[in-house]
Each structure stands twice: as C-alpha cells, then as structure tokens.
C-alpha cells in the first residue's frame, strides 16, 4: 500500500468497550482531514475481547491495521511498537480510552502544517479525577519539570503528534525504561502545545492505579534525572557533618569527665545510619537494575499477529 499521510498508534488494553465508538469517531475526523491515513492499534495482551474488535476493523477497512503482543509488555511499550509500525509521514500517539478526545487532531494538523514537528495536548482541566490524584499529578510534573536537563511540558500526556524527524528520532531512541513524554521533549525541534479539557472515562477501568503511577514516574525521574543520585551524596555529606559535631560532644564529655550512659543516643545514631545507607544503596540500585537491563540487548516487545496490511506474520521480534 502507498504510505499514507498519518498514521495514529493506539496501545490497547481490555478496551473492548471503547473501541466501537473510537474507531468510529476517528475514521470521521481523519477523513475530514483531508489527507490519506491509517490507525494502528496495538493489543497489549488484553483478555477482553479487544483485539477481535480491532481484527475486525482492519478485515474490513484497509485503512486499519491490528498487532497483537505476545503477552503483556506494558503502555509504553504498545506505544513504541505503534510508532515503530506506522507508515505515515506524521504520527499520531493517543489511548483508546476516549479520555483522548479525536477531534482534538485536526487543530493539532493544523500546528505541524504551521511548521512545528512536535504538538502535544496540554490538559487545562482534568474531569473525573479526585483530589489525591490531581494533587499528585500536578506536584510530579512540576518536580520533573524542575530536576531534570530537558523541558518537558506540565500537564500533558502521551497525545501527541510527530512530525517526519522527530519521528525518525524517536526510533533511534531504544531505552527499555520508557517515558515517552520526555523522550520526544528531548529529542527537540520546535514543539508547542494544544490546550484541552480531559472528559472523564466513561467505560472500563483505569489502567494505572496507584502502585503503577508511582513505578512510572519513578521512570520519569530516572530517566531525565541524575537529581536522587545527587541527593544520595547531599544526604551522606550532611550525616557526616552531624556525626563529627556529635564526635566532638562526646570527646567534650569524655574530657569533662561527664559519664553520660549514651545507649538510647547510641541506638538512635546507628539506626538513623543505617536507614540513610539503605536509601542510599537502593537509589543506586535503581540506576543499576536499569543498567542491567539495557545491556541485556532483549527486543522491546514481540509481535505475535498482525491483521491488515502487509505484516510481518507471526512471532515477529521488534528490538
């Protein structure tokens, strides 16, 4: 098939009840477009029945294209493997969740035909989410934000458009540790945001509770920030500090010739040591377990099955 213009990547997981009405909305906002396209969904190892609905679609609209994991390899991960699967010349990244609203694309066209190769969706107002959740969002993004060398945008998700070079960088980027807001703020060009109220989700569950926000920001913090390894030595060079002032007590005491018994003191010290040591040691090991696994050289995800197009059949390894 000739490459169409743009292509939109959707990670999918146990989305079923989304899909009809997603599908729908975005083949009648990318034909008002205009120009030539394709969707790609990628299923993440749903057990719903979402990757028969998208199969569908794409045995009925050539236009349509669904990959199937193997097994579950995490959002990120379906979301590279959509960009890495796509064929147009602009790419589209969003979720299937319809919290991501379709017609926001053709304003967001409208910036790369103006000549920015990154447009983002930037959340004014986030509907459906409670106090803990929007607190903690806005604090995360602000950090981030702050610690880290690159200028990633507050407020924004994954909803995004690339241009055809911010594209082609994106793909060299092969980190397994993935966050992908950061890594296309990274890879620069001119970049700007389209500014949209998130509806709340009206269907299935969310796929990020409380134990896989706090693992993904600690992605994102990782990933673009050397600032907990700085901290680890802050921390140890502030200890030290306090430890020698508390030497030069006790050799004051032991020269007055104060006998102070000391044990609860004694305690107090080693535990307090010993917590900071192992904070310590697992900053590191945060650092080092993605090290390790970097240098493992495993591909990102694998392709069990691909419907519509010209796939590249069955157990397809992508690294």
């Known amino acids: 098939m ?36 394709e969707i790609v969904y990628v299923d993440d190892g749903s057990g719903d029945a979402s990757f028969e609905k998208m199969a569908a679609f794409a045995r009925k609209d050539p236009r349509v294209r669904a990959l199937r994991f193997s097994r579950n390899f995490g959002h990120q991960m379906a979301l590279t493997a959509g960009v890495d699967a796509a064929r147009g010349r602009i790419v589209a990244v969003m979720d299937a969740d319809l919290q991501d609203p379709p017609e926001l694309l053709g304003e967001m066209l409208k910036k790369v035909d103006a000549g920015y190769e ?26 981030l934000k702050r610690w880290t060398n690159v200028d990633i945008p507050v407020d924004v998700g994954d909803f995004r458009l690339m241009g055809p070079r911010a594209v082609a960088a994106f793909r060299r980027l092969r980190e397994r ?10 890879v620069g060009f001119r970049q700007v945001g389209v ?26 913090l990782t990933s673009f920030s050397h600032v907990p390894l700085q901290l680890a030595t802050w921390l140890g060079f ?41 904070m310590v040691i697992g900053v590191l090991g ?18 069990a099955e691909e419907v519509g197009g010209e796939g590249p059949g069955e157990d397809t390894a992508k690294v």
């Open 195 to 220: 500014p949209y109220v998130r509806p709340a989700r009206t269907r299935g569950e969310t796929k990020f509770p409380l134990r896989k926000m706090l693992r993904f920001a600690l992605d994102g």
């Open 286 to 303: 945060e650092y080092l377990g993605r090290v390790y696994d970097e240098v493992k050289g495993r591909p990102l995800y694998v392709v």
């Open 118 to 143: 990154v447009v983002y969706a930037q959340r004014t107002k986030r509907e459906g989410e409670g106090a803990f959740k929007l607190w903690t969002a806005h604090v995360f993004y602000r950090l």
């Open 2 to 37: 000739n490459s169409p213009e743009i292509s939109v990547a959707l990670p999918v997981f146990n989305e079923a009840e989304n899909l009809d009405e997603l599908n729908e909305r975005l083949a009648h906002v990318l034909a008002s477009t205009g120009r030539t396209w």
């Open 177 to 186: 540790h993935r966050f992908i807001r950061g890594m296309t703020a990274w």
């Open 238 to 278: 502030a200890t030290s500090f306090f430890a020698f002032l508390y030497i030069l007590v006790v050799l004051a005491l032991w020269i007055l010739r104060i006998n102070v018994p000391g044990w609860t003191t004694l305690m107090v010290f080693v535990l307090l040591l010993g917590g900071m040591q192992l």
